[in-house]
């Protein structure tokens, strides 16, 4: 047993019975890691995600979170284990008001939620500025925060962020990013799937490569984002700049 905090060991996955968009995926992440999972569009990147998160049933191989199989569970009880998943669209509540979001958040704690709340407007300054309006009304970067920061409310040890700069100016991902990298400064490990693959790699401690559903290349952040062929094939124009 090694002291990853999860580990995925030859696993098959897709939305279709017999029909796998993952192809064997193996992946691991440990206490205080960020782990970006970059790749092309249809490479499989955020089915990983909803798979980790128990969203999608894998039809082959083991899941394995805080050394418990987590495989065959679902997303109500993976939250339990300590484990929040951020999505790319639909991740607030547009009627709510941000402050209400961050208590919906929170919905399986039990006793006073005030430090937690506390802690994630000190985190998302601008959050505490505007908790009072609907989440409905904010910014497509203060949205992201908001999901961010409502996943926090319950204290996660691993946070899955799936495209969280997705959409939005080079401003605010700027934003974004300095946020994830506060949040992984308190010590919670995150799976960063992204399409800014070169911004990802250059804050993660570790990348995967993925590719029709494999992790092709893996490696540190910097190993990645030096080697030639992942250049060529997935960074594109932002690794010639």
Known sequence: MTNNLLEIENVYAGYIEDLNILQGIN???AEGEIVA????????KSTLAKTIFGLLTPNQGTILFKGKDITKLKSNQ???????YVPQISNVFSSLSVEENLEMGAFIRQGSIKSLKDS???MFPRLAE??????????????????MGR??????????????SAALSPILVNSVFEQIKAINQTGKAIVLVEQNAKK?????HRGYVL???????????????NDPKVGELYLGAAYKS
């Open 27 to 29: 992946f691991s992440i």
């Open 37 to 44: 999972v970059i790749g092309p569009n249809g490479a499989g």
């Open 78 to 84: 993976i939250v339990r284990q300590g484990m929040c």
């Open 120 to 122: 994630v407007f000190s």
């Open 130 to 147: 505007r908790r009072r309006q609907r989440a409905g009304t904010l910014s497509g970067g203060e949205r992201q925060m908001l999901a």
């Open 151 to 164: 996943a926090l409310m319950l204290d996660p040890d691993l946070l899955l962020l799936d495209e969280p």
């Open 200 to 204: 990802a790699l250059m804050m993660a």
């Open 211 to 225: 590719e029709n559903g494999r992790d092709r290349y893996c490696g540190t952040g910097e190993e990645l984002l």
